[in-house]
C-alpha cells in the first residue's frame, strides 16, 4: 500500500525573521513512516520544519507553513494512488492575516497586535474537497478531556482512526522519543499502550494498514 504521512510543525511567518509555530518536533510521524516501510508499505513523507533523518525508502518532500502542507497533500494525492493517508502532522490553525515584509522594528512600539486568521483544514478536507476515499487517520493532540475531544474529530473529521495523546504529561510526547496514546476506531475499537515512538508506530500502522 501506497500511505502518505505528514510530520512535524508549520511555521507560519510573521515577518522575515519571526513566525508563529507549536512544539511538535516530527519525531512521531517519522517513526510511523520508518515503521510503514519496515512492514513493506511505500511511503510519501511530507514534513514541516524538523531536523531528523529521512528514513530509508521514503519519498520525502519538505514545507514550511501549513498552506505549503495543503498544497503538498493535494499534489501528492492527485499524482498517487494513496490507499492510506495519517496525518500526525501539528499544522497551525491561524496564520497571520498579512506578512510584513520586513522585519519589524521594536522601537516607539508600546504593543504589537498581530491579526490571524483561520489555516486550511488538511484533515477535514480530506474527503471533501480533496476526495480521498482510502483509510484516513488523523491525530489529537491534547491537553485535557482527551478521548473527548479525540471521539468528537474523529466523527467531524470522518476519520476512520484517531490517534489521541495527552500533550500535557511531562516526559512523552513533544520532544521525546516516547508516547502514551489511545487509538480510537469508527467501529468503536479502541487500544492504549505506552512506550517508544517506534514501537506505537509499528502498533498503529498494523492496526490502520490491516
Known amino acids: 500500500m501506497h500511505l502518505l504521512i505528514t510530520a512535524g510543525p508549520t511555521h507560519e511567518a510573521i515577518d522575515p525573521v519571526r513566525f508563529i509555530s507549536n512544539r511538535s518536533s516530527g519525531k ?6 520508518e515503521a510503514a516501510i519496515a512492514a ?14 529521512t528514513p530509508e525508502g521514503v519519498t520525502r518532500i519538505d514545507v514550511t507553513s501549513a498552506a505549503d502542507m495543503f498544497d503538498a497533500v493535494e499534489r501528492t494525492l492527485n499524482d498517487h494512488p494513496i490507499g492510506c493517508a495519517i496525518l500526525c502532522a501539528a499544522v497551525a490553525d491561524f496564520t497571520p492575516a498579512t506578512t510584513a515584509g520586513q522585519k519589524i522594528k521594536k522601537t ?5 497586535t498581530i491579526e490571524l486568521v483561520p489555516t486550511k483544514d488538511i484533515l477535514g478536507s ?20 482527551v478521548l473527548t475531544y479525540a471521539s468528537d474529530k474523529l466523527t467531524r473529521k470522518r476519520c476512520d482512526f ?39 508506530a509499528t502498533r498503529v500502522i498494523a492496526t490502520v494498514a490491516g
Open 40 to 53: 513493506g508499505h511505500e511511503v510519501t513523507l511530507i514534513a514541516g520544519p524538523v531536523q531528523l533523518p
Open 126 to 145: 480530506m474527503r471533501d474537497p480533496l476526495g480521498f476515499n482510502g483509510t484516513l487517520v488523523g491525530f489529537a493532540a491534547e491537553t485535557t478531556d
Open 28 to 33: 512521531m510521524g517519522f517513526a510511523l513512516a
Open 162 to 200: 484517531i490517534v489521541a495523546n495527552d500533550v500535557s504529561q511531562p516526559g512523552i510526547g513533544f520532544d521525546s522519543n516516547d508516547n502514551a496514546v489511545t487509538v480510537l476506531g469508527k467501529d468503536g475499537s479502541q487500544w492504549s499502550a505506552s512506550g517508544s515512538k517506534r514501537d506505537l
Open 108 to 112: 516607539g512600539k508600546d504593543k504589537m
